[in-house]
């Protein structure tokens, strides 16, 4: 019985196969019609016969018919959905995160972007890019603790979009730093001493732990839904923070710059705080992406899955 589903109508007109499947049966049938027939001719539809004496009996030197019907069933199925009935596993009890064990390390979309984006997390100057550089190509590469599937698995639609949640998250990093941020900008633009280093060190700690935790709490949360599509949601999920870091530089140009109103000064100072968001979110957004992929690397290498 071949299984079927409306193809999405902005990409082609008609049907496709999603699956199928298979009944074998017996039929006793006239010998000597059947072998006037020749390939691909017509015969009369039959039911699988129930009764052992409607069989066909098969004899030594005999001439076995096959003929077949196929009956073509419309199906809630989508196409991307096809091989799932293949890809499950054997264990019913099995959801979550160990149903996308075989794409979670899929590699993701524009990747050659991402290594750049982490690379320039990590390396904040000159020597040490150099440095990670040559470190970098002298190091072994990194094994996944898994196989990925070669057919990607689609991942289970939701009520709202996972990048709400991701741009939602950034405000937890934000309330770490936002206080020490107005004592920041007050000494690079309005000249004031900053004596608060002892703060400002405890402002960043927090800030590490709270990325950590942020990255991990998010990426689990993908895990149960499914979404193995966790790579540039994991960079963002802190990275985000730089949104509300410079809409804050706005804010502070509105209510604290007040006499900052030649066009030209207020442009070099909307530069630079972009620039200082933009060097914050590929510092937050590396925390949080090198923590999401060690902690799903030490998940799915300690935990056995047949």
């Known amino acids: 019985m071949g299984v079927i589903s409306e193809t999405e109508m902005k990409k082609m007109s008609g049907y496709e196969i999603v699956g199928f499947e298979v009944v074998p049966c017996s039929v006793k049938r006239d010998t000597a019609a059947i072998s006037k027939l020749s390939m691909y001719d017509e015969v009369d539809p039959v039911d699988c016969p129930l009764e052992l004496d409607e069989f066909q009996t098969i004899q030594e030197q005999e001439k076995i018919s096959f003929t077949y019907e196929v009956v073509f069933v419309k199906s809630d199925v989508r ?6 009935a293949y890809l499950r596993m054997q264990d019913d009890k099995l959801s979550g995160w160990k149903v996308v064990v075989g794409d979670f390390f899929r590699e993701p979309t524009y990747s050659k972007l991402s290594c750049v984006m982490v690379g320039d997390g990590v390396q904040i ?76 060190l405890i402002g960043l700690l927090l800030l ?73 979110m590929l510092s937050t957004g ?17 935990v056995k899955i047949d």
């Not at 196409?79 to 799932?84: G, M, N």
């Not at 590396?286 to 300690?302: D, M, P, R, W």
């Open 79 to 84: 196409w991307p959905r096809r091989w799932d």
């Open 125 to 200: 100057t000159v020597p040490l890019m150099l440095l990670g550089g040559f470190l970098g190509t002298r190091a072994d590469h990194i094994q996944y603790p898994v196989r990925t599937n070669q057919i990607p698995r689609e991942i289970p639609s939701r009520k709202y979009p996972s990048w709400l949640l991701v741009l939602g998250a950034g405000t937890l990093p934000f309330g770490t730093l936002f206080i020490e941020l107005f004592f920041i900008l007050s000494s690079i633009w309005l000249g004031r001493f900053c004596y608060m280093f002892g703060f400002l």
């Open 208 to 280: 590490v732990i709270i990325c950590s935790e942020v990255s991990v709490i998010l990426t689990s949360m993908h895990l149960c839904v499914e979404d193995w599509q966790w790579w540039w949601k994991a960079f963002f999920v802190s990275g985000s923070v730089a949104v509300y870091v410079f809409q804050y530089s706005i804010n502070y140009l509105v209510f604290q710059l007040r006499t900052l109103s030649v066009p030209v000064s207020v442009m070099l100072y909307l530069g630079y705080s972009l620039i200082m968001a933009l060097a914050l």
């Open 286 to 302: 590396t925390i949080s992406f090198l923590i999401s992929f060690y902690f799903v690397h030490y998940l799915f290498s300690s």
